[in-house]
């Protein structure tokens, strides 16, 4: 066991400086007492988010910041202040890796090194067939994903119990994760899995054998799709049927469309080759419908609901709190976020108490940096069709300054909160789930 803990680290090519996260269970104190004797002379920043959810939340944090002594490691600490009142888990996900995005950007790393072992993989995946989907989540997690390093994926958590046991580590126990009624992971975690062992005790290794092949070949089938999807808009009759859904869900995606479900696409399937309805549409989403005209498929936006959204109230957004919006969902955040795909940073030289999303008016302007420019000539010299113009997307102070513009779903900066030596940095980050 211990071996195999060596072996996983000696897989990877390591930098000078890591961020390595530390909740104070038996996973992540193996994971830094593993990198501390395979990386004598690393900087290891130690990073601890303290959720206040337990009354033993401050013990686990002290107990943490002793670990980092211990390992002569650099301790980093974050408090979560707000209780959400719904998705605690999901939030508190996004709270714990903005805060190690931000920790990276600090330390000048891109190695953010997490404890998930295959029994979390083994979860993820079951939890993802049990709520259904695509064939492609069922992956579950990536040993690495941007920043984000997952050494442990192929270790089972007895065997990490037995290395702690071997060094004579000590850890804290959370009770939450013993109790099978406190989440849906839970319940498999203490039910269901030790259930199947009754069946097979190798179910963990199994159900990661069978994620791993269906990541093989979930390449495969998008490749050779993608290779398809040009058809779609010029005749999609030579389209062989037995691809047609996964052709049109990578279609989907490439428009930037991802919230869709699996038995949207059973419907365009089922339009597409009804001979009796040569046109046709599905609507997708509020905003987008698909349309079939004989043998071309392509996308419209409904303006019945783009007017719609502009027609939605000012959202007041709160700091480090992810807010809906029109149809997604938003967070202003001092944490850069993981995702820089779904993000983008502004400066702030004065402290605000909040910032507002909105529709555009008549009177907005965004600074360039020479002069403004009206939003209504933005979009003019933009050629922004009728539609487009309904989807843009104002950020700003509460006296009305345009931060920044969303024009076809990017973000334009104005050039007065750019950031500066002076100001603060400041994150919009935005979430898009797939269904």
């Not at 992971?185 to 290794?205: S, Y």
């Not at 990661?208 to 040009?230: R, T």
């Not at 996308?299 to 149809?327: C, G």
Request: charged share 25%; hydrophobic share 40%; glycine share 2%.
């Amino acid at each position: 066991m211990i071996n195999k803990i060596d072996e996983q680290l000696r897989r990877y090519a390591w930098e000078a400086t890591i961020i390595v996260a530390v909740s104070g269970g038996v996973d992540s104190v193996v994971l830094l007492h593993a990198l501390r004797q395979y990386l004598p002379d690393t900087k290891l920043v130690v990073a601890h988010v303290n959720y206040h959810l337990r009354k033993e939340s401050d013990g686990d944090a002290l107990f943490v910041r002793q670990l980092a002594t211990t390992y002569q490691a650099v301790f980093e600490q974050i408090d979560w202040s707000i209780m959400p009142s719904h998705a605690v888990e999901e939030q508190a996900r996004e709270f714990r890796y903005c805060f190690f995005a931000r920790l990276a950007g600090q330390y000048q790393t891109k190695t953010i090194v997490v404890a998930h072992h295959a029994n979390d993989q083994a979860e993820t995946v079951l939890l993802k067939l049990i709520r259904g989907g695509r064939l492609e989540q069922l992956v579950g997690m990536s040993v690495k994903k941007r920043l984000v390093l997952r050494p442990f994926l192929g270790i089972t958590k007895q065997q990490l119990i037995t290395y702690a046991q071997q060094h004579h580590l000590s850890w804290r126990e959370d009770d939450t994760n013993f109790d099978a009624t406190y989440t849906p992971r839970n319940l498999l975690r203490n039910i269901v899995i030790p259930e199947l062992k009754t069946i097979n005790l190798q179910v963990v290794n199994h159900v990661n054998s069978f994620a791993k092949q269906i990541a093989e070949q979930s390449e495969l089938i998008s490749f050779q799709a993608k290779q398809y999807v040009p058809l779609l808009t010029k005749d999609w009759t030579k389209i062989p049927d037995l691809w047609l859904e996964v052709t049109l869900a990578a279609y989907l995606h490439e428009q930037k469309v991802y919230r869709f479900k699996q038995q949207q696409l059973k419907q365009i399937h089922q339009l597409l080759i009804n001979e009796k309805k040569p046109t046709g549409s599905i609507q997708l989403s509020h905003t987008v419908v698909l349309i079939k005209n004989y043998r071309q498929v392509y996308l419209k936006k409904t303006t019945e609901i783009l007017n719609t959204v502009q027609d939605l109230p000012t959202l007041m957004l709160k700091l480090n709190q992810w807010q809906n919006f029109a149809d997604d969902v938003y967070c202003w955040t001092t944490n850069q976020p993981v995702n820089s795909d779904n993000s983008f940073v502004f400066g702030l030289v004065d402290e605000l108490p909040a910032i507002y999303l909105r529709p555009v008016k008549t009177s907005d302007k965004l600074a360039l940096i020479h002069g403004h420019k009206k939003l209504r000539r933005l979009a003019i010299d933009e050629k922004l069709s009728q539609n487009e113009r309904h989807d843009m997307v104002v950020l700003s102070t509460p006296n009305d300054d345009v931060i920044a513009v969303r024009v076809r779903q990017r973000w334009r900066l104005s050039a007065d909160f750019v950031s500066k030596q002076d100001a603060t940095n400041y994150w919009l980050a935005w979430r898009i789930e797939e269904k």
